[in-house]
């Protein structure tokens, strides 16, 4: 369910003409549209009722200064990964009390930063990250909350990149090594030992892999239990698919039913990382045709948009829908819709039946409100596109289309101006 569509020929989101959005703003232009957004977290939050749980959105699906204000107005928490996202929760809104932080590569000084915010758990993925967080902790008269991220061997059946819950991934402790986690963090005095994690990845579009999760990390819990060691956070990462094309993810109430059910009764608070089920399809990348052309062999479709603006396809061969902004009587013709950057890789669709377009016509990429802006780099020495968000009839330039100063900012020519 999402906000953007045809309510005659030009598309909107929500009451705006997706139109006047570029006229104001150019392309290439991510818009996000915020009925969708606060629709989708409600939805899931609401999945939960029954049982005591937090929804820490995942910031690195879209990490926007007004998107995670929006969702910390509904009272959300965060899932962070590193220092930038910390910051970026806080200055958001969203309270350190509502704040895990996963990752498995955290610095002296990022885990400084969440100790000094006092951020509700670590979501810790190696031993040796544990003794460092409960020796820094010590020093500075802290006791940080932990929980082991443990990698329970299940297969989300997802794409390979994306997959994080299998023996062979780099993410987790195998669960001998977690118990014996847990039974230093006992000893630590840095350390107080309360949750347990795990996430297993990404665009999940099926129960049994969370249920099998599930059912590993509550026999790892139980275990822990026999040796006295307390429970309170049971956090079971984010992953929740959502339709691109033709999948059929679960929705938010069934998949948190069929969780609830087995969560029922137990002493637990249940932690949620949800990032694209969220953000994903109430974003969309807006691009303008500047050529096609017609090699005999291919027919190109050339974009103002790249691989630098949406990774996705290109990394993971991503599917992306693509419509057309203003739907007309056109022909319908197969072809590659490519960026501008000088790598074959760089496409957003290929082999894709599409309306006939023309330079100067409108396409709006669906779905990319997760790992879409987040994922833009400067590459090309591409400025990164603006960012707008609507709210019924009204929209706002959430972040500025970058310029050629940002694209030179910090850079130095040793040599001059008294640097050599
Ligand atoms: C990426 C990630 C998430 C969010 O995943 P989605 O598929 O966007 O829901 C949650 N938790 C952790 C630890 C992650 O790395």
């Known amino acids: 369910m999402h906000h953007f569509w045809y309510p005659r020929k030009e598309l909107y989101c929500e009451n705006v003409p997706v139109g006047e959005i570029i006229e104001k703003f150019g392309t290439p232009c991510y818009i996000y549209s915020l009925a969708t957004l606060e629709r989708h977290y409600q939805a899931f939050d609401q999945a939960f009722s029954s049982v005591g749980h937090l929804v820490c959105y995942s910031v690195k699906a879209n990490s926007n200064l007004a998107i995670l204000a929006a969702l910390a107005r509904l009272g959300a928490g965060a899932d ?10 806080i200055k958001a809104g969203i309270p350190a009390s509502r704040i895990v932080f996963s990752g498995v590569g955290k610095t002296e000084a990022e885990i400084e930063a969440a100790l000094k915010s006092d951020i509700l758990m670590f979501n810790v993925e190696s031993l040796q990250e544990l003794e460092l967080i409960g020796q820094m902790a010590s020093r ?5 909350r932990v929980a082991l991220r443990i990698n329970p061997d299940v297969d989300p059946q997802t794409h390979p990149y994306i997959s994080t819950g299998l023996r062979k991934n780099k993410f987790g ?3 001998d090594q977690a118990l014996e986690g847990y039974r230093l963090a006992r000893e630590m005095p840095g350390l107080s030992p309360v949750g347990v994690d795990c996430h ?5 579009t099926e129960l049994s892999p969370f249920l099998d999760a599930l059912k590993r990390v509550k026999e790892f819990i139980s275990q822990l239990e026999e040796e006295g060691i307390k429970i309170r956070y049971l956090d079971l990462g984010g992953g929740l698919g959502i339709p691109y094309r033709d999948e059929t993810p679960p929705h938010p109430t069934y998949y948190g039913q069929a969780l609830v059910k087995e969560l029922k009764g137990l002493p637990y608070t249940l932690i949620l990382e949800p990032g694209r089920v969220i953000v994903g399809n109430a974003g969309i990348l807006v691009t303008r045709v500047l050529y096609t052309k017609d090699t005999g062999e291919k027919r190109f479709v050339i974009v103002d948009a790249g691989m630098n603006d949406l990774a996705r396809p290109s990394l993971y061969g991503s599917y992306h829908e693509i419509v057309p902004v203003r739907r007309e009587e056109r ?7 490519v960026g501008p950057i000088c790598e074959s890789g760089d496409f957003l669709a290929r082999e894709r039946p599409l309306p006939e377009v023309a330079p100067g016509d409108l396409l709006a990429v669906m779905s990319a409100g997760a790992y879409g802006f987040v994922m833009a780099s400067n590459y090309n020495s591409r400025p990164r596109p603006a960012e707008v968000l609507v709210k019924g009839d009204q929209f706002y330039l959430v972040r500025e289309r970058e310029s050629y100063d940002d694209l030179i900012r910090g850079e130095i020519i040793p040599w001059e101006d008294g640097h050599a």
């Open 331 to 337: 022909e319908t013709v197969v072809v590659d819709v």
């Open 200 to 204: 297993i990845g990404s665009q999940i």
């Open 173 to 175: 402790l195998p669960l």
């Open 80 to 89: 962070i990964v590193s220092g930038g996202e910390l910051y970026r929760a």
């Open 140 to 144: 500075m008269g802290k006791e940080a």
